[in-house]
Nanobody, 124 residues
Framework: VQLQACGGGLVQAGGSLRLSCAAS????????MGWFRQAPGNKREFVAM????????YYADFVKGRFTISRDNAKNTMYLQMNSLKPEDTAVYYC??????????????????WGKGTQVTVSS
């Protein structure tokens, strides 16, 4: 399994970015896919998760109403649409995958597969 995240960049507060995560998974539609982020000096934290194609989505409280996770199974790609960005959203964003549901979906250790991360910087 390989994951490749892209789409990060520098944006002003209030702006938007869309992150993409391309996955080399033959059974992509059945995988649990998540986004995490890590700011300097901080632990990696949960952002959003999509249980599987057409399944439930889960968000960290600090992104609810601003970020939207989605996936395109035909392209084996997951997305994170980020709107109303704030300076505190500045971090390296990682996509992650696991092949089955876990009630601890918010914990990074539950995900065996990770992309390399893409930097998001929000200026004030």
């Amino acid at each position: 399994v390989q994951l490749q995240a892209c789409g990060g960049g520098l944006v002003q507060a209030g702006g938007s970015l869309r992150l993409s995560c391309a996955a080399s998974i033959s059974t992509f539609s059945s995988f649990v896919m998540g986004w995490f982020r890590q700011a300097p000096g901080n632990k990696r934290e949960f952002v959003a998760m999509n249980r599987w194609s057409g399944g439930r989505t889960y968000y960290a409280d600090f992104v609810k109403g601003r970020f939207t996770i989605s996936r395109d199974n035909a392209k084996n790609t997951m997305y994170l649409q980020m709107n109303s960005l704030k300076p505190e959203d500045t971090a390296v964003y990682y996509c992650a995958a696991r092949d089955r549901w876990s009630t601890s979906y918010y914990s990074p250790i539950q995900y065996p597969y990770w992309g390399k991360g893409t930097q998001v910087t929000v200026s004030s």
